[in-house]
């Protein structure tokens, strides 16, 4: 019997929303806070001091022509490793902040065909809360596992969220720093022919307990401190949240092919700012193998040079010092017995 393999990816739709934007949406059902006669809200802003209660109220919206089911849950918010991107844990990853305090009033709910269901929920924020800010979500999950065209053995299973960013009273602190900077150069075999160019590799961190909306600018340095590059980056995250960190990578173009110089990333936030960097070495393959060559050759004749003059003498046997010699006495001619 054939064995299949299904894997579970869940999808969030979780797109970067401007103030004005309508409610996180993926065609079939949609998720947003309750908005009041006087505004619309596209997230859920909320504040609350540690051990303080708070209530609000989301809504499912359902846009199919047949009745839906989710599952309702809060869950907590991260930046993605891949670039940064704003998204929310599964409903099997372990919470800490809004996806334990948050709780709706119903795990369950049955939207009916092109209607909508509103579900309060409670925000209890415990007495040792970290002041600051903690971003999360609701999310409405369809735990059913969409096959496709049963083609490949690969489930889907949709979500749909809206976000909560709350504020827990306290003192706060915008802090970024960068860290472990990187360069690696892809150089010609031939110095002049073909394309040169380096990859800069850097983290970004977010060490403070506010969401920043960071900004980095790149610049490089080569010998005699000659201006090489210096740009704003412009592939990074727009929200940064408190706690996370961001490798990210930046293509430079048209790097030099023999230089030496320093690479030098600055981040800069709300009322922080802070600078990392590293020295690159740029040589091309060929020429870099020629003076390996050379250097080989140099240190062999060295070697044997010194092994020519320093030659070593034949060892010469020590002779052993005479001993005295035995007395004896000469006999007088005339005596005679």
């Known amino acids: ?15 970067a929303l401007a103030p004005s934007a309508h409610a996180a949406d993926n065609g079939s ?23 303080q209660t ?22 907590d918010a991260y930046n993605t ?55 999360g979500a609701i999310v409405a999950l369809d735990e059913r596992i969409d096959r496709g065209d049963g083609s490949v053995a690969l489930g889907v299973q949709r979500a749909v969220a809206a976000r909560v960013y709350l ?11 960068v860290e472990d900077v990187r360069v690696g150069h892809h150089q010609p075999l031939v110095p002049g022919l073909g394309d040169s160019g ?23 340095t080569g010998l005699f401190g000659r201006t090489l590059l210096a740009r704003d980056l412009t592939r990074i995250p727009s929200e940064l949240l408190p706690g996370q960190s961001v490798r990210l990578t930046e293509p430079w173009r048209g790097a030099p092919q023999l230089d030496w110089g320093e690479v030098t990333l600055t981040a800069s936030a709300k009322d922080t700012r802070e600078s990392a960097g590293a020295s690159f070495f740029a040589l091309p393959w ?17 070697i044997r040079a010194r092994r020519g003059r320093v030659r ?26």
Not at 198 to 220: C, D, F, M
Not at 286 to 302: C, K, Q, T
């Open 1 to 15: 019997m054939r064995r299949m393999l299904h894997a579970l990816v869940l999808g969030f739709f979780l797109a």
């Open 29 to 51: 059902w949609s998720v947003y806070p309750l908005s009041s006669k006087v505004a619309v809200r596209p997230y859920f802003y909320l504040s609350a001091d540690p051990g």
């Open 54 to 75: 708070i209530t609000d109220k989301v809504v499912v919206a359902n846009k199919t022509g047949k009745p839906l089911t989710f599952r309702l849950y809060a869950a």
């Open 81 to 135: 490793a891949r670039d940064g991107g704003f998204a929310v844990r599964t409903v099997r990853e372990t919470m800490r902040g809004v996806g334990v305090w948050a709780r709706p009033a119903r795990s369950r709910v049955t939207v009916p065909a092109h209607r909508k269901v509103t579900v309060p929920f409670t925000m209890r924020v415990p007495e040792g809360a970290e002041p600051g800010d903690h971003a």
């Open 167 to 177: 504020r827990v009273g306290g003192p706060t602190l915008p802090a970024i720093s």
């Open 198 to 220: 380096a990859t800069i590799s850097y983290t970004l961190h977010n060490t403070g307990n506010v969401t920043l909306n960071p900004k980095v600018e790149l610049r490089a």
């Open 286 to 302: 060929l020429l870099a193998a020629v003076l390996l060559v050379v250097v080989v050759v140099g240190v062999v004749l060295v």
């Open 312 to 337: 070593p003498s034949a060892r010469v046997r020590p002779s052993r010092p005479a001993g005295p010699r035995p007395f004896r006495p000469r006999s007088s001619p005339s005596a005679r017995p």
